[in-house]
T-cell receptor
Framework: AQKVTQAQTEISVVEKEDVTLDCVYE???????LFWYKQPPSGELVFLIR??????QNEISGRYSWNFQKSTSSFNFTITASQVVDSAVYFC?????????????FGGGTRLMVKP | GAVVSQHPSRVICKSGTSVKIECRSL??????MFWYRQFPKKSLMLMAT?????????EQGVEKDKFLINHASLTLSTLTVTSAHPEDSSFYIC?????????????FGDGTRLSIL
């Protein structure tokens, strides 16, 4: 069975601070995908990144970066120089490749509040 | 890019009313659509997987007679909350996966906020 844990339920930072959101996952599959989604107050889910289990390269996209460590089953997300617009709930999710339809299992989410 | 349209975005209705939510893939065919439910300040929980032309697969604990899912075409899945009660108030989100593109991320609708009075 797959499981995703986001231990931080809420994080509050001041604008321009860097912040890391943790994500730890459990799966028995050797082939799987990891995702991060952003959910602003309006409710829609915004896709941020997908990483497959064979690609442990870290990725950087603007102020966002992701650190995938298979050895610790973690897929952490860092926002550099945070901005007020980054305030949202962020979800980490896992999809096992062999899962019918590739259903997603979401972590509990981390609410990020960036204060001016 | 691919877009999923979910309608309506918000529903407020009386207890006992049945509510239908539509999920459409606008520029791709979706053999599989997923329905999620999100309580306030909680994560998204998968309710059911909807496959075109066949019965939906419901997650444990989800009442199939309460949440009717129909996936009659490759671009449309509907979720009907039958005889809704206040405890059914929630945020419902659908997602769709492109046909033949199992290695692509799902595309999410913008969600439906359901409030039962």
């Amino acid at each position: 069975a797959q499981k995703v844990t986001q231990a931080q339920t809420e994080i509050s930072v001041v604008e321009k601070e860097d912040v890391t959101l943790d994500c730890v996952y459990e799966t028995r599959d050797t082939t799987y995908y990891l995702f991060w989604y952003k959910q602003p107050p309006s409710g829609e889910l915004v896709f941020l990144i997908r990483r497959n289990s064979f690609d442990e390269q870290n990725e950087i996209s603007g102020r966002y970066s992701w650190n995938f460590q298979k050895s610790t089953s973690s897929f952490n997300f860092t926002i550099t120089a945070s901005q007020v617009v980054d305030s949202a709930v962020y979800f980490c999710a896992l999809s096992e490749f062999g899962n019918a339809g590739n259903m997603l299992t979401f972590g509990g989410g981390t609410r990020l509040m960036v204060k001016p | 890019g691919a877009v999923v349209s979910q309608h309506p975005s918000r529903v407020i209705c009386k207890s006992g009313t049945s509510v239908k939510i539509e999920c459409r893939s606008l520029d791709f065919q979706a053999t599989t659509m997923f329905w999620y439910r999100q309580f306030p300040k909680k994560s998204l929980m998968l309710m059911a997987t909807s496959n075109e032309g066949s019965k939906a697969t419901y997650e444990q604990g989800v009442e199939k007679d309460k949440f009717l899912i129909n996936h009659a075409s490759l671009t449309l899945s509907t979720l009907t909350v039958t005889s809704a009660h206040p405890e059914d108030s929630s945020f419902y989100i659908c997602s769709a996966r492109s046909r033949g593109r199992s290695n692509q991320p799902q595309h999410f609708g913008d969600g439906t906020r359901l409030s039962i009075l």
